[in-house]
């Protein structure tokens, strides 16, 4: 049965009470803390202690830093990604301090550092630090930074753990979740419920939210309803229906009409004769005998219980034999009290073929009894979807309006990481490049500008990088755009609109230096608007056209000349 809440808005559902906003050095904070408390300076890498030691011990720890946090490869064997997680981690900056217990267990950890390093810990924060990123729900790309953080060096080399790990999940199940959609269509209600097999308590919350970014309708997951605002939508399960016996278990039978008329004193009792009057239905003649009558039960039961919601899964005895027939019944029962059922979920058996035969019963129901819009139940389905299933089931043709995934969405069973890394791209203003044998490893110096531009029909042509100051590319002026690394590769554009890609959404304590987080729903509206603008071929499932990444004709001279200058010439003999 739908269960529909209103949608609040995320920030306003965390309180100071629940360790919500709070005082950072003596200031206000006006960002939420994480989601999960579990975020804290803690999580991250041992390694990232002992460089932010090593570099406090060389005197280093304040030169200045800029790291840029980027993937490689879109997943999924797809051409585009969706960018999530950047709320959580400015959450997190923002809230960044050690308490004296967490500065004590790093001591007996780190037994050999100096007493003093772990007063420079104690008075760490990030209000030296700046953050830009592209906005959350953003369609991105391969070598593109989502964040460039950057500062104290220290600081920001304490940041990657836990920045990479909030990206990481965030945007591959939000990717995951945007496929399905492509998939199923917009017309179609996608409702997740993962929460069962997600992988733990965080990754279940973190599906939930991530999901309905990228384009799920509402969750089961009651405290993700609770923390995010997501609606909550929900059915019931085998369990239900297999626990009655037959329908003498039904002890109260009254059911009052919607409208508060009249009351039915045996509502048990007219299912039955629906029941029976539908067997009689010559265009149903022959598809079923005698009905399961503890699923009879069952039905009649939930339905007394929501008897403006009624939804019954079907599928636990005999779909067409059982389940639809008893379901008919009780929807009757319930529309001469005045009352619309809601529909069925299937969840086994060739979900095609249920739902054509279970919409042709309906509309026979239609038809014969002249109840308008019967035949337009609800049909759900569910049971080990993924995007295959989803694709499959349109290509043959199906009647359901809705679907139910779980496992296959939440746990990204088809690729289960996205690798971002998070990389040292300039030192104290000098470029800095990670060198590699595998050119897609070798990563792109400098602080950068990053632009989309777009094209005569409106779709987004490309992504340049150009160092930072550049102008730049202007509507209408030709600009060359190079591949990073392949001399041959290279293109001539002449957009016709200029997007900049990166905003300041931390710039240390300062708040008007910084953009406002977006609330939850503005995130999904940028991502449904930013999927909507791509070209198709980038977005098919089979051999999608790969979208260009390129580099302006200075910063692509530059990458050379640095990695010319800092890869040794070999000698050989
Ligand atoms: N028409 C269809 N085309 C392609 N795949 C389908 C179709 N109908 C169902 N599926 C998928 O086929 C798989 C069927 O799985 P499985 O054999 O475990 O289910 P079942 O036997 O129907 O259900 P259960 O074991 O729960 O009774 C599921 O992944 C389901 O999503
Ligand atoms: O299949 P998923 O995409 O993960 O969707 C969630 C599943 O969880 C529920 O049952 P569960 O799988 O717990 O039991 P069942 O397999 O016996 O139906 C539900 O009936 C779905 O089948
Ligand atoms: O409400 C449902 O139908 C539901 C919820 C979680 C998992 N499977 C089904
Ligand atoms: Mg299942």
Not at 345 to 350: F, H, I, N, P, Y
Not at 366 to 381: Q, V, W, Y
């Given at each position: 049965m739908p269960i529909k809440v209103p949608i609040v808005d995320d920030s306003a559902k965390i309180t100071d009470e629940e360790g919500g906003r709070s005082e950072i050095n003596g200031r206000r904070c006006s960002i939420p803390r994480p989601t999960n408390p579990m975020v804290s300076p803690l999580l991250t890498d041992l390694y990232q202690f002992s460089m932010a030691y090593a570099y406090w011990k060389a005197g280093k720890h304040l030169d200045y830093g800029v790291f840029d946090l980027f993937f490689r490869k879109n997943p999924f064997g797809g051409e585009y990604t969706v960018f999530a997680g950047l709320d959580e981690c400015i959450r997190f900056i923002a809230h960044f301090k050690f308490s004296e217990e967490e500065i004590l267990f790093l001591q007996s950890v780190m037994p050999s550092c100096e007493g003093a390093f772990f007063d420079y810990l104690r008075e760490l924060d990030c209000s030296d630090v700046k953050v830009n990123a592209i906005s959350e729900g953003s369609v991105v790309f391969p070598k593109v930074p989502l964040l460039t953080v950057e500062g104290p060096v220290a600081a920001v080399q304490l940041l990657e753990t836990p920045f990479v790990n909030l990206v990481n999940y965030a945007s591959l199940v939000t990717t995951n979740a945007s496929r399905h959609r492509i998939v199923a269509g917009k017309s179609k209600i996608l409702l997740e419920f993962g929460l069962r097999r997600a992988q733990g308590p965080d990754g279940?919350?973190?599906?939930?939210?991530?999901?309905?970014?990228?384009?799920?309708?509402?969750?089961?997951?009651?405290?993700?309803?609770?923390?995010?605002?997501?609606?909550?939508?929900?059915?019931?399960?085998?369990?239900?229906?297999?626990?009655?016996?037959?329908?003498d278990e039904i002890l109260n039978k009254t059911l009052q009409s919607s409208d508060g008329s009249f009351t039915c004193h045996d509502f048990v009792r007219l299912g039955h004769d629906w029941l029976s009057k539908i067997q009689k239905i010559s265009s149903l003649n022959g598809i079923f005998g005698e009905t399961n009558q503890s699923e009879f039960a069952a039905f009649t039961s939930y339905?007394?219980?929501?008897?403006?919601?009624?939804?019954?899964?079907?599928?636990?005895?005999?779909?067409?034999?059982?389940?639809?027939?008893?379901?008919?019944?009780?929807?009757?029962?319930?529309?001469?009290?005045?009352?619309?059922?809601?529909?069925?979920?299937?969840?086994?058996?060739?979900?095609?073929?249920?739902?054509?035969?279970?919409?042709?019963?309906?509309?026979?129901?239609?038809?014969?009894?002249?109840?308008?819009?019967?035949?337009?139940?609800?049909?759900?389905?569910?049971?080990?979807?993924n995007e295959d299933t989803l694709d499959a089931l349109k290509k043959q043709g199906h009647e359901v309006d809705c679907f139910g995934i779980g496992t296959h969405l939440v746990t990204c069973y088809g690729q289960p990481a996205l690798g971002c890394v998070f990389k040292l791209v300039e030192i104290n203003n000098k470029p800095r490049m990670k060198l590699s044998e595998d050119v897609s490893k070798v990563s792109i110096p400098c602080r950068k500008q990053c632009y989309r531009l777009y094209g005569i029909e409106g779709y987004p042509l490309l992504d340049i990088m150009t160092m930072k100051d550049e102008p730049a590319p202007k509507v209408g002026e030709r600009i060359l755009c190079r591949h990073p690394f392949i001399e041959s590769k290279r293109a001539h554009v002449v957009p016709q609109r200029v997007k900049k890609l990166m905003d300041c959404y931390w710039h240390g304590n300062s708040e008007q230096l910084r953009k406002e987080l977006p609330s939850l729903k503005e995130t999904r509206d940028v991502c449904n608007e930013q999927l909507d603008q791509m070209r198709p071929d980038h977005m098919r499932k089979l051999n999608p056209t790969p979208y260009k990444v390129s580099v302006s004709a200075s910063l692509y001279d530059f990458i050379h000349f640095l990695w010319l200058n800092e890869a040794p010439v070999g000698e050989l003999r």
């Open positions: 279940g919350i973190s599906a939930s939210k991530y999901c309905h970014i990228g384009g799920f309708d509402a969750t089961s997951n009651v405290a993700a309803g609770r923390l995010f605002g997501i609606p909550l939508r929900g059915t019931h399960s085998h369990a239900f229906v297999s626990s009655y016996m037959n329908p339905a007394l219980a929501f008897p403006k919601n009624f939804l019954a899964l079907v599928d636990t005895y005999d779909v067409m034999r059982s389940g639809v027939p008893n379901f008919c019944a009780v929807a009757l029962a319930l529309n001469d009290l005045g009352y619309k059922a809601t529909g069925i979920r299937l969840d086994s058996g060739d979900l095609a073929y249920l739902s054509i035969e279970s919409r042709k019963f309906f509309q026979a129901i239609e038809k014969e009894l002249g109840i308008s819009s019967f035949g337009k139940m609800m049909i759900t389905a569910s049971n080990d979807l």
